[in-house]
């Protein structure tokens, strides 16, 4: 159950290229036929739920795929569950937090805390010491990383999950990174924050930086090798690219799909009608 910022969560899970950018296209090869905003994607088969850009309503759905996990069971699974600092101030949080821990539900909830929710700082959150102690008061063992550390937030989301998986309840982790760019294309941070602050963390903390020279020190990586990894992940965005933009917008007759099980004659005369209507030319299409 991602937040907003984990569409790398879907890749790692199996979610193609392809498929992900066929929805940010919205077009013919999208899962959710072009109904969905940019970056909301999804894949069933790999259990990668779509997002809401209603902040937090995914957490208490998260403990809920737990709590019925729990109750069917399914032993040797667990459902993870996102948000963001912001997400923490929200109800949702809280009732979801409250269940998990009452229910013991085998959920793993991620706190990314990047200390920015668009404009407002942390410090504007809570008056707690950090965001992890929140899970101590509904009886959850919380944990808080280093998020910018990979072995760091390796370690402490397999033991999470491990435990989660062993029936023996849920976790609240926090992961201590920060947000280096923009919120979005509209925003301007240097408006609210001290871009110094953001230098340091997109020198010296950067966690592909940080991670280079142990790879490297362990005999995994040798010097070049990340500039070359670089230059073929980007070939294959690249390419990637190129499929999706050539691929044609979801038929017109879609449009009524998902809604009954047999569209009804209201909604088929609706299409006709539309069908018979002028075709604007799609924009990524000449």
Not at 29 to 40: I, V
Not at 136 to 143: M, Q
Not at 209 to 226: K, S, V
Request: a negative charge; aromatic letters at 6%.
């Amino acid at each position: 159950m991602p937040a907003l910022r984990e569409a790398g969560v879907g890749l790692y899970r199996g979610m193609t290229l392809d498929s992900y950018l066929a929805q940010i296209f919205g077009n013919a090869e999208d899962p959710s036929k072009g109904r969905q905003l940019p970056c909301h994607p999804c894949d069933r088969a790999h259990h990668y739920v779509v997002m809401s850009s209603c902040v937090s309503t995914q957490i208490p759905h998260a403990v809920g795929i737990a709590m019925a996990m729990k109750l069917t069971g399914d032993r040797g699974k667990a459902c993870f569950g996102f948000m963001g600092d912001g997400g923490t101030s929200e109800g949702d949080f809280h009732v979801a937090l409250n269940f998990a821990g009452v229910s013991k539900a085998p959920c793993v909830l991620i706190c990314q805390n990047n200390q920015w929710a668009i404009s407002t700082p942390g410090t504007v959150q809570t008056a707690a010491e950090s965001i992890a102690l929140k899970g101590c008061g509904y009886g959850i063992e919380a944990l808080r990383a280093d998020g910018n550390d990979v072995l760091a937030v390796h370690r402490v989301v397999k033991y999470a999950a491990d435990k989660a998986r062993r029936g023996d309840g849920p976790t609240f982790i926090e992961l201590l990174t920060y947000r280096v760019s923009a919120h979005s294309s509209s925003d301007d941070p240097s408006r609210y924050r001290d871009e110094a602050i953001t230098e340091v963390w997109t020198g010296q903390r950067d966690p592909i930086r940080r991670l280079e020279p142990y790879l490297i020190g362990r005999g995994w990586l040798t010097a070049g090798d990340r500039e070359a990894i670089a230059q073929t992940i980007e070939a294959e965005v690249r390419d990637a690219i190129a499929r999706q933009e050539a691929v044609a917008p979801p038929a017109l007759e879609t449009l009524i799909d998902d809604v009954f099980e047999e569209p009804t004659w209201l909604l088929r005369e609706q299409l006709d009608e539309l069908a018979a209507g002028p075709r604007a030319k799609s924009p990524h299409h000449h």
